[in-house]
């Protein structure tokens, strides 16, 4: 559909007028990662098909697999550009008008280089109507360690968590790291030093368990080992399951931000808040398909909330979304160690099949 | 000399036989760099050449211009390559052997690709002895902003301070910045950020006004928003005038990186020194060639330390060795506010000029 989101393949209903059902993930990655993430929901799809074809199962509704486009924020720093667009958001649409990558290279110049050459950039065009699936589901690894550290097969999400990033500029004065005396300083890589902490030092005070944030991106310029830091660029995520937790914590950095930024006599240039998304639901009937199908593979499943977010986090916005977990080792992601083993890939893949043809049938 | 590390000009001595006087500096920057540090004492040295061959002046030992390659550590992560070489560190000729830049080219393959190419990579070919030069200066801009506010023409360089540089990883598990609550987690970034503040403490509560520690390389991998950063790399570079202090501050670094390193559950995978040079002197009678060129010419100085360091702290090595600073702008340098005045430029090019003068007839 969109600029690498498109359908990769699906099965035709007998029924073909009722709105179709979807399944899916992305297949991008960050820098050094792992390739289960996204992968095990796309292959996996196709697999449960195809599976469902062997069995010689005639599907009422359509079945269709869509491969979402950036679900990773690396080229855009923004994560899942396909699934946000599908579901409709005009201000992304706009925003990515004047979108370039860390090449200079405009989001649309891109679009149209990977073959999706429009006469107009309209990206409206891709937006989905809120009833276009009757159900969107998405297999895809934990990314957590409870499943594999309790022994369970399949974790049936109930609930995705809000998550928010921040990007944050300090600037001071920089100069030779010889020349320029400790009290005369105004580091901003310092700055971005103490803020580290304390985004720490909140989220894990917060007074929710669930109130996670992480400083994954720390650019110093002008990055020569004999300058004082004068710019340090500091990428902020932070996620909890309820928005209240969530949005306190980000307010609680951006105090700290501003007084670290007086106390050092650095400039804080920038604290930008690119994106803070509402948390998202499963769908109950979605969610019973799901259980159903364990139940009868005599899969062990457990409900559990995704601190991860997905592209379904978006698709519950235009559709009655669920989403099933398979464990992963020590709960790795976004790293090479990243793993899931086969017998575990096969119980995610039957579940979604046999959850895909309940759903199907409705 | 050696590549990049060649003679510009000069001027030949009545006396052939005498060994010549040396000026000169690098032209080399770092990234988003100032157009002074450096350049002052390329084009000034061959200006005050120029300068002196209009005036007829007829030079006893002959003048020779030396432009240094690789003085700011950009490229290599080497400081001063060029002098360091010159200075006949047998350490650096075996090192450059396997050392490479950050697209995996050699040294040895850079300096043939910039025209320098031998039969043979033996680097000790370039040591000067230590009877090469009657004297060597150096004109530079001052790079804090001491003269500046004091409004003083010259500084009189008498001592380069002892400069160290250490390179330091951490690393961790990583992770999904949604999937690890914060319990569980041991971040290389947040270790990084604790050992940034401990090396200003220890910078700062040295004892001696003079020690200055600094961060200015830091990076993140896998460097994504939504990644626990599972290693960081830090450089610091630690000065003093004092060795003593210096070295008793690398040491206070070094326990605090493998005390933060425990706490935080995260391997302390490299502390490694890089260099940790002596300080240098000046020559009493090059500084004594100084303070009588500025008097002659009507111009106040001041006698000051340098606490940045330059070709002239290896040239000392091997050679009587003198500086002439030069007010900038604020102190500022390594950015690109960096300036001098063409008065300041005028009045550094005349000192330099008078000094070889005198040097040259002794």
Known sequence: MLSG???????DGYEPK???VATGSHIDAIPYSGKYDGVVGVLGAIEAINALKRSGFKPKRSLEIILFTSEEPTRFGISCLGSRLLAGSEALAEALKATVDGQNISFLEAARSAGYARDEDDLSRVFLKNDSYSAFVELHIEQAPILEEEGISIGVVTNIAAPASIKVDFEGNGGHAGGVLMPDRNDAGLAAA?????????????????????VGILELYPGAINSIPSKAHLEIDVRD????????????????AKSIAKKRKVTLSEFKIINQDP???SNGSVIKAVVDASDELNLTYKYMISRAYHDSLFMARIAPMGMIFIPCY?????KPEEYASPQDLENGVKVL???LAKLSLR
């Open 194 to 214: 103490e803020l580290m902490l304390a985004i720490e030092k909140h989220a894990t005070e917060s007074g929710s368990l669930d109130t996670v944030g992480t």
């Open 330 to 334: 020590k709960g790795y992601s976004h």
């Open 18 to 20: 009722l709105t179709a």
């Open 241 to 256: 399951i309820e928005e209240s937790f969530r949005n306190a914590v980000i307010n609680k950095i951006h105090k700290a």
């Open 5 to 11: 989101t498109f359908s990769v393949g699906g099965r």
């Open 279 to 281: 948390p998202a639901h």
């Open 353 to 355: 099949a046999l959850t």
